[in-house]
T-cell receptor, first 113, second 111 residues
Framework: NAGVMQNPRHLVRRRGQEARLRCSPV?????VYWYRQLPEEGLKFMVY????????ESGMPKERFSAEFPKEGPSILRIQQVVRGDSAAYFC???????????FGQGTRLTVV | EDKVVQSPLSLVVHEGDTVTLNCSYE??????LLWYKQEKKAPTFLFML????IEKKSGRLSSILDKKELFSILNITATQTGDSAIYLC???????????FGQGTILTVHP
């Protein structure tokens, strides 16, 4: 799982600013998942992307949140006009086409002040 | 909606003790159940279980699944302080690896 790279590790934003979280999956993996972990809670699914396509975004808030996984480059989770309730750890995971388990990155801890 | 419940939520033991962590689930289309260990960083994969009654083992850790009763247990024998972590149970109820996680069990092992 050391192959999934997320940056930044820590991100502080003021209310109303934009947050951009990056995830580089394990080389060769085309399946990317984003999860959010609020304090004292388990990980909650947000979105699943498969190279350039959003397959399942049922866990994403309808407004302010978006995700992409372009043909070249990392997957991006974008949060516009952040609010205090967005403060959480955001984890990315990737999986290969024939892989069974997903491997997680170290997460980005977003703090909104 | 898929649901995973872990118990206990927290557990404090001394080195050398054996612990059993529980995970029960409700899922419409069960594919697999996974255990992860989370320290202050990435959740690291421990086990994936798909079949009932077959124990998976890795060193002092072992896990088994009961698909009839819809639960799994994770056993850790001869615990060490390095086992202190949050243990996460998750189920995959889709064809594409979307995981539903439990709240986690916080294990603290004292020397």
């Amino acid at each position: 799982n050391a192959g999934v790279m997320q940056n930044p590790r820590h991100l502080v934003r003021r209310r109303g600013q934009e947050a951009r979280l990056r995830c580089s999956p394990v080389k060769g993996h085309s399946h990317v998942y984003w999860y959010r972990q609020l304090p004292e809670e388990g990980l909650k699914f947000m979105v699943y992307l498969q190279k350039e396509n959003i397959i399942d975004e049922s866990g994403m808030p309808k407004e302010r949140f978006s995700a992409e996984f372009p043909k070249e480059g990392p997957s991006i989770l974008r949060i516009q006009q952040v609010v205090r309730g967005d403060s959480a750890a955001y984890f990315c995971a990737s999986r290969g086409d024939f892989g069974a388990e997903a491997f997680f990155g170290q997460g980005t801890r977003l703090t909104v002040v | 909606e898929d649901k995973v419940v872990q118990s206990p939520l927290s557990l404090v033991v001394h080195e050398g003790d054996t612990v059993t962590l529980n995970c029960s689930y409700e899922v419409t289309n069960f594919r697999s159940l996974l255990w992860y260990k989370q320290e202050k960083k990435a959740p690291t994969f421990l086990f994936m279980l798909t079949s009932s009654g077959i124990e998976k083992k890795s060193g002092r850790l072992s896990s088994i699944l009961d698909k009839k009763e819809l639960f799994s247990i994770l056993n850790i024998t001869a615990t060490q302080t390095g086992d202190s972590a949050i243990y996460l149970c998750a189920v995959d109820g889709t064809s594409y690896g979307k995981l539903t996680f439990g709240q986690g069990t916080i294990l603290t092992v004292h020397p």
